[in-house]
């Protein structure tokens, strides 16, 4: 009978694959850690493998690298494979991740709308790769044609945010898909304020598109920026990799319980979103009729940026009344913007209040 060789089968599905000519050869040929609940994965009636101490169950005891019981959770609720998601220490190390996976160090590039979310140059440049910013139009829309543009054999990712921070707005999808087509590379699209949108997640279009990989958080919608836990979403053979390069115990024993137990409180979530949803609509119409504010942008997330005419001015205002919303000004576009985050009603009140007597 004819078999083909080991060697033989991984060049045959190396060829085949999509994803491996854009990772980074040292990670292809990494041997990744094996630890030892790796080895061993059944139940047992005594754990001598880990060195650890046996007293003050629970926490005595190494998490599971691969948070599958979360896992599982969360894929069912987003409809999707449990090997289709990837956790990490916040959305943070999701981005960290398409650098340590994908680009070489001083030979590949990246590309990125302007202005977007800043941690994407941050890690950019930890990991000294060449960052390429694209501006958005005037009006933050996005001209794909422009990205693609940017873009040269080196560039391994592209990295889109919609809803975009600061800007708030959407990415027009039909600009969006001509990146997510006509790009060879991966893109990344960034959905941190998806639950407070009127479009639907990119996550649907996950088994169309190999090279995407889709970031969600729970920083945002579920209230748990203290927790640290972000989400990405990709083909099994993108999670497989980031599997590989993550550190093996990457999310802890309390976040992982934690999580599991907030995640069957979905209808809480769901009301948190509509609560804040109603005060950005009154948020928005107050501040409209502000003769101090000069612009209110759309917005598809829980801030709202708007334009005044001295931002430095009024920040300064704000802290004096105790009151801390985020200085744009001198980010790309959004000169004399400030972009204020969607509290509860008291706040809110306290906010349009206190500019309300600016100047007054
Ligand atoms: C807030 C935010 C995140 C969340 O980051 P975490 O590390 O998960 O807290 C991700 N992307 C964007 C664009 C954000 O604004």
């Not at 990772?23 to 059944?42: H, M, T, W």
């Not at 790769?129 to 693609?148: F, G, P, T």
Request: charged share 25%; hydrophobic share 40%; glycine share 4%.
């Amino acid at each position: 009978m004819f078999m083909l060789s080991n060697r033989i089968l991984t060049q045959i599905i190396i060829a085949v694959s999509e994803i491996t000519p854009l990772v980074r050869q040292n990670i292809l040929s990494l041997k990744p850690y094996s630890c030892a609940r790796d080895e061993f994965k059944g139940e047992a009636e005594a754990y001598l493998d880990a060195n650890e101490n046996p007293l003050n169950y629970p926490y005595n005891r190494y998490p599971d690298p691969l948070q599958w019981t979360v896992k599982e959770r969360i894929a069912a609720i987003k409809g999707i494979h449990p090997g289709q998601v990837f956790l990490g220490n916040g959305s943070d190390e999701a981005i960290d991740l398409v650098f340590r996976v994908f680009c070489e160090p001083r030979q590949d590039n990246v590309v990125a709308i302007d202005p977007t979310y800043g941690m994407y140059q941050v890690s950019a440049d930890i990991n000294d790769v060449e960052y390429r910013k694209v501006r958005l139009n005037a009006d933050y829309s996005l001209d794909a044609q422009r990205v693609l543009d940017a873009a040269d054999e080196n560039t391994k990712a592209i990295f889109l945010c919609s809803p975009n921070n600061p800007t708030a707005n959407l990415l027009n999808r039909k600009e969006m898909l001509k990146i997510v087509h006509g790009f060879k590379g991966i893109t990344v699209i960034d959905e941190a304020y998806i639950d407070f949108s009127s479009e639907p997640s990119w996550l649907n279009e996950l088994q169309k598109y190999p090279r995407l990989i889709v970031l969600q958080t729970f920083s945002k919608a579920w209230g748990l920026a203290g927790v640290r836990l972000g989400m990405a979403f990709a083909s099994e053979e993108i999670i497989d990799l980031y599997n590989k390069v993550k550190y093996p115990y990457n999310i802890n024993v309390l976040t992982q319980r934690l999580v599991l137990d907030e995640l069957e409180q979905v209808d809480r979530k769901a009301e948190w979103v509509s609560l804040l949803l109603k005060e950005r609509k009154r948020l928005i119409d107050s501040l409209s009729k502000m003769e101090m504010v000069q612009e209110v942008f759309p917005t598809d997330a829980n801030f709202v940026l708007v334009r005044v005419a001295d931002a430095n001015a009024v920040y300064r205002y704000l802290v004096t009344k105790s009151i801390i919303v985020r200085n744009r000004n001198t980010v790309t576009l959004c000169e004399g913007c400030l972009r204020i985050t969607v509290g509860v009603e008291t706040e809110n009140d306290l906010l349009l209040k206190a500019l309300e007597e600016y100047n007054a």
